[in-house]
């Protein structure tokens, strides 16, 4: 039992009635020891019950006197109870050597009242630490420019000791404060005492608490986790450096310091986003990364925003200086094809020796967009993938840092989504190290108006990660605070946040005037000493370094930046491909390239399928019992297995299977997807009496086959979608698919898709082959639930509507090469399968989106036969009309265009209405790139055919407004396409059934009615 335990039993027993009688029995029993015993007080070696002996007089008395010949003879808690009592006897009392004045005047005719003031002193102390434990952060010195609270409160709690009155709310007051108390075993303040007096217990627990450094972690609800960082705060002394440490802080200093300055002197009107009035950040990095490297981490991946993203490539990632001097000449032409990017958001990776620890160690800084926070999961996808491939499952060898400026770390919600899947299983990275660059500004705005939280920081308690804000103008506090963060994290793979509390010395930019809206912060600041005078300074005082040296270690650095700026100069063209973050050497070519331009086919042998199938529809495991209705659904697909056939789920199995069987990884992330929103999927399997025991099929197939990962995620679309973009850089052998629990949730990752997906590539020439599976279709569910927006992704696309390609070489892989993602709708379980295989056979990696059926899951029209994925089967970017319409093409009235699961529809209406020889109806499995070549040879085949697009979704989504002006530009704009669908419309769909099904009977009609079209101009 902890002391305080004791002390506080000891309270509540002595108020019970009868507990005299208790307490005498027990002290009379174990009255009588001997002088081992006494020295250890109780034969438990805890603190012994003070007030429970108090009352026996002779056990009293005899540690009385074995305390007077020496205080070392009795427990510290005796000692104690012995000092108090001299201390509150009338002066001359307190050397009154006789116990019987002193014990009898003040304990035995005193007591209990005395033992109880006692223990309740005790008490008081005991929770006067812990005030400080819980809430000293709030008065610690963390603003260097001492005009802000940190904590955007001035408000100073009551029960920090910030003047002699508030001993008063502890019962205690001015007397007490050379007492001597116990000091609980949940302190480590008293370094090697057990005791020390309340004035010093005061004095420690601000100098721990209440200095630069302000620690927020009593919210964790594990007692080892606290021990560890109270030992790491509280005990004496523990915030010393060596000389070398400090003189390799001052040299990181200078560095940071002195990048920005060159910058500034250089181009003094060009955006950087200077980091200046936090400069430690750089040294805080590399020291993070020095403990880490020492604890055997080999890779660590980052992400941060603009502000010091340069400096952080120049100085802790290692990037030439002179690649980042060239980016700044406006004349650099660009080498790579795409856009490029700023040169504030691009990435890089690197490897190299780690100078601390003389080890090998690969650093990346993940490209970003301008969207703070954005890269967050995508760093972590990233960092899940490198521990994953390198069998790291517990975070030793890889880890991620993340960096973020106070406004965003407060006000985006991709932050907290990061947050949760931290501890998630799939989905953690062990332990992220966050730092924020707290200048207390977002743009113009004011902490105050711009978070409702304390601290900036406070989204990170959710996960229980400690928070450690430090005065970023200390910069040995900040470095002590890298050292416990990496330490935390490698002690206890969790999250942890090092709050850099600093300023912003400029505007937002270089550009911006921060006199107009924060006049006096910035009075303040222009006073400012830089850090790195104060530091250097110091140092001086002390001895650790001279003057002369301190200047010659700028001069130095100054003169590196000179030479590179020179020869930036010589650069004439800008490689974008220079700064990859996620290379893929064995991949491509020496220089990027694919290693060919061909796909092979991506059918499979007849035995592959058979296999397949066979574990698809069985449970690999013994005494492993299902739930009835999955038995079903096996015994179904057993039955389509028999006869050659494959449902949607049976095709999604044939791919994954296929792949895992040639090494390569397969992960399904996304709300549900082991059992499938649709509960058509069902990968992983549930032992109806063996809690947590399941079993995934998938995982049994072959002996030496690639891992499969399915998991459910956590509720977000953001957040994860993210990851698994990340993920997906980490290699080119895996098929990482996030699948949205309905299409149109996507929409809350829209960042993520409209930053990274659609336009990675051009702006970081990086590829990604990630796979969203976008759940899509009218079957009458209302505005939401209804369509995955097509047209979003289709407006995205960036093949030319006007233009018409020249089909050499292989043009299906071509248009692919050239495309920056692909965007296919498949009628068939075996054209989904192809699509699946054709993303890893290709010799590159695109973004593939494919909007996935709903009703079409089990429809019986909606199989595919063996045969449709057998050996030298591919994917079919279109599917012709194969009935009495194309056996005379000539006679064809109509030619329906169509995607999806209107094609279901419309075939059955046309064979209803008997139409199968005048309409013929194909089906564009392929949207983007657009087919071009195929649908030019449909087109000519039926030459006196109308063209018509037929579409379930209204005028102004779907995919008309993409495929019109290519149907035109195939027919060289001589013949018109005519449009049959839903009217436009604001919301995707109806929310009233009898309304989508007329919606439905009112354009099924015109594209029967032959005569639609007949006179209008179109
Ligand atoms: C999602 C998003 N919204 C808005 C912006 C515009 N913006 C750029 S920087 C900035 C302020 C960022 O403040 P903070 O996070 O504190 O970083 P600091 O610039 O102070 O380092 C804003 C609002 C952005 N880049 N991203
Ligand atoms: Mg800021």
Not at 370 to 395: I, W
Not at 779 to 790: C, I, K, L
């Amino acid at each position: 039992m902890s002391q305080f335990r004791a002390l506080a039993g000891i309270l509540r027993r002595s108020g019970r009635a009868g507990g005299n009688q208790w307490l005498q029995g027990g002290a009379g029993s174990s009255a009588r020891r001997n002088w081992a015993d006494l020295r250890r007080g109780c034969s438990s070696g805890a603190a012994p019950d003070v007030s429970a002996v108090a009352n026996s007089s002779n056990y009293v008395e005899e540690m009385y006197y074995a305390w007077l010949e020496d205080h070392h003879n009795v427990h510290e808690s005796w000692d104690a109870f012995f000092r108090n009592i001299q201390a509150s006897s009338p002066s001359g009392e307190a050397c009154e050597r006789r116990p019987s004045a002193l014990l009898q005047g003040r304990v035995l005719s005193h007591s209990p009242d005395m033992a109880q003031k006692v223990v309740e002193d005790h008490l008081a102390v005991h929770t006067l630490i812990r005030a400080y434990q819980i809430r000293g952060h709030h008065v610690a010195k963390l603003d260097p420019l001492g005009i802000l609270e940190a904590d955007l409160d001035s408000f100073v709690p009551s029960d920090l000791i910030t003047t002699i009155d508030n001993l008063g709310s502890y019962g205690l007051d001015e007397s007490d404060l050379d007492r001597s108390f116990q000091l609980p075993s949940t302190t480590f303040i008293g370094g090697g005492n057990t005791t020390l007096p309340l004035r010093e217990i005061i004095h420690r627990l601000k100098t721990s608490y209440c200095g630069h450094i302000g620690v927020e972690f009593m919210f964790i609800n594990n007692v080892d986790q606290c021990q560890w960082i109270r030992q790491k705060i509280e005990t004496p002394g523990i915030l010393q450096f060596t000389n070398s440490e400090k003189r390799t802080l001052l040299a990181r200093l200078i560095r940071s310091t002195r990048f920005e300055d060159f910058l500034a002197r250089k181009w003094s009107s060009e955006k950087r986003f200077g980091l200046e009035g936090c400069e430690v950040l750089i040294p805080a990095l590399k020291s993070i990364i020095d403990i880490s490297s020492a604890a055997g981490i080999e890779s660590v991946i980052m992400g941060m925003p603009h502000r010091g993203r340069l400096n952080v490539l120049a100085n802790v990632i290692r990037k030439e200086l002179d690649q980042i001097f060239c980016q700044f000449d406006p004349k650099l032409e660009a080498a790579d094809e795409g856009s490029g990017d700023v040169k504030y958001h691009l990435g890089m990776y690197h490897e190299r020796i780690n100078r601390e620890t003389d080890k090998n160690i690969t650093l990346s800084l993940m490209a970003n967009p301008s969207h703070l926070e954005a890269v967050d999961p995508v760093v972590q996808g990233k960092a899940k993938a490198e521990q994953f491939y390198r069998g790291d499952t517990r975070g030793k060898k890889v880890m991620s840092i993340l960096m973020h400026g106070d406004a965003a770390f407060a006000g985006q919600g991709v932050v907290y989504e990061t947050f949760h899947l931290s501890e998630l299983p799939s989905y953690t990275t062990h332990g992220t190290i966050h730092v924020v660059v707290n200048n207390q500004i977002g743009f113009t705005t004011d902490p105050r108006v711009a978070r409702s939280s304390p601290y900036p920081t406070d989204v990170a308690r959710v996960v229980n990660a400690p928070i450690f804000h430090v005065n970023a103008d200390d910069p040995e506090a900040v470095m002590y605070v890298c050292r416990v963060a990496a330490e935390w994290r490698s002690t206890f793979n969790k999250d942890v946040v090092i709050d850099l509390v600093c300023y912003r010395r400029f505007g937002h930019n270089e550009m911006d005037e921060p006199m107009f809206t924060q006049p006096l912060m910035y009075k303040q600041i222009r006073r400012q000493e830089h850090v790195l005078k104060k530091y250097s300074d110091k140092l001086i005082t002390e001895g650790v370094v001279t003057l002369q040296e301190f200047e010659e270690e700028v001069a130095k650095y100054d003169k590196i930046c000179e030479e590179a700026y020179t020869s930036s100069k010589d650069e004439k063209i800008l490689h974008i491909r220079h700064w990859l973050d996620s290379p893929w050497p064995d991949f491509f070519t020496a220089e990027g390239e694919p290693k060919s331009m061909a796909c092979v086919p991506t059918g499979l042998d007849e035995e592959v399928l058979q296999h397949i199938g066979q574990t698809a529809s069985s449970v690999p495991l013994e005494d492993f019992k299902i739930h009835p209705g999955v038995s079903r659904i096996l015994r179904g697909r057993a039955d389509l297995v028999k006869n050659r056939q494959m449902d949607w789920a049976l095709g999604e199995y044939m791919a994954f299977g296929s792949l895992l069987k040639d090494g390569i990884h397969v992960r399904l992330s996304g709300q549900d997807v082991e059992r499938g929103t649709f509960s058509h999927r069902h990968h992983v399997l549930h032992d109806q009496e063996v809690d947590k025991r399941t079993c995934v099929p998938m995982s049994h197939l072959w002996p030496d086959q690639a891992p499969y990962t399915v998991c459910n995620s956590s509720l977000s679309e953001y957040g994860v979608l993210g990851f698994e973009l990340g993920f997906a850089m980490a290699s080119p052998n895996a098929l990482i698919l996030w699948e949205a629990q309905f299409g149109d949730f996507h929409n809350t990752a829209q960042c993520i898709i409209d930053q990274f997906i659609s336009p990675g590539q051009a702006k970081w020439v990086r590829n990604n082959g990630i796979v969203l599976l976008l759940p899509h279709g009218m079957e009458g569910m209302g505005p939401e639930h209804s369509s995955a927006r097509p047209e979003r992704f289709l407006q995205m696309s960036k093949d030319d509507p006007d233009h018409f390609p020249e089909f050499s070489g292989d043009f299906e892989v071509q248009q692919l090469y050239d495309c920056n993602w692909i965007v296919v709708n498949c009628s068939t379980p075996a054209n989904y399968c192809h699509v699946l295989r054709r993303q890893i056979l290709l010799p590159f990696r695109k973004p593939l989106i494919i909007f996935t059926p709903k009703s079409l899951l089990r429809h019986p029209d909606a199989r595919s036969s063996f045969d449709d994925l057998a050996t030298g089967t591919k994917f079919k970017r279109l599917i012709p009309d194969q009935g009495p319409a194309s056996q005379s093409p000539a006679e064809v009235k109509r030619v329906i265009f169509c995607t999806g699961k209107v094609y279901y529809e419309l075939a059955k209406e046309r064979k209803l209405q008997k139409l199968e020889s005048d309409i013929a109806i194909i089906r564009l499995e392929q949207i983007s790139p657009f087919p071009f070549d195929l649908v030019r040879a449909e087109a000519e085949k039926y030459a006196n055919a109308e063209l018509v697009w037929c579409q379930e979704e209204h005028k102004n989504m779907g995919y008309y407004d993409y495929v019109r002006p290519r149907f035109l530009t195939v027919v060289a704009n001589k013949r018109p396409i005519c449009y049959v669908g839903r009217d436009p419309a604001a919301a995707p769909a109806t929310g009233n059934k009898s309304t989508h099904l007329n919606e439905l009977k009112r354009f099924m009609d015109t594209a029967f009615n032959l005569s639609a079209f007949k006179g209008k101009d179109l």
